[in-house]
């Protein structure tokens, strides 16, 4: 399945930016959705965003739309985050992970088939 490998996360203040980022390497098979979960001490993995390797549709939480962007580059096999306003409540470790089957939802956890390591991002009040 290869490896996915996070970066970018940190310590910001409220209503500052972050931009993570997401690289592939080793996969041979091929990555139908990139997407982005959180999770928050002592809550479940929930979905952030999502982005088709195809079209390139996305896809938001709506605790996050409107101010976190996703984007890939196919080329590179690299998926961004964007993340700007953000909030305490953004506080969580950050994970990316591939969709390689057509099939199940992109909001849920289950159908995604690699997760990288994740990356905390922190914000502060």
């Known amino acids: 399945q290869g490896e996915l490998v996070e970066s970018g996360g940190g310590l910001v203040q409220t209503g500052g930016s972050l931009r993570l980022s997401c690289a592939a390497s080793g996969r041979t098979l091929t990555t139908y959705v990139w997407g982005w979960f959180r999770q928050a001490p002592g809550k479940e993995r929930e979905f952030v965003a999502a982005?088709?390797?195809?079209?390139?549709?996305?896809y938001y939480a709506d605790s996050v739309k409107g101010r976190f962007t996703i984007s890939r580059d196919n080329a590179k096999d690299t998926v961004y985050l964007q993340m700007n306003s953000l909030k305490p409540d953004d506080t969580a470790v950050y994970y990316c992970?591939?969709?390689?089957?057509?099939?199940?939802?992109?909001?849920?956890?289950?159908?995604?088939?690699?997760w990288g390591q994740g990356t905390q991002v922190t914000v502060s009040s």
């Open positions: 982005i088709t390797s195809s079209g390139g549709s996305t």
């Open positions: 992970a591939a969709k390689l089957r057509y099939y199940g939802s992109l909001r849920q956890t289950p159908s995604y088939d690699s």
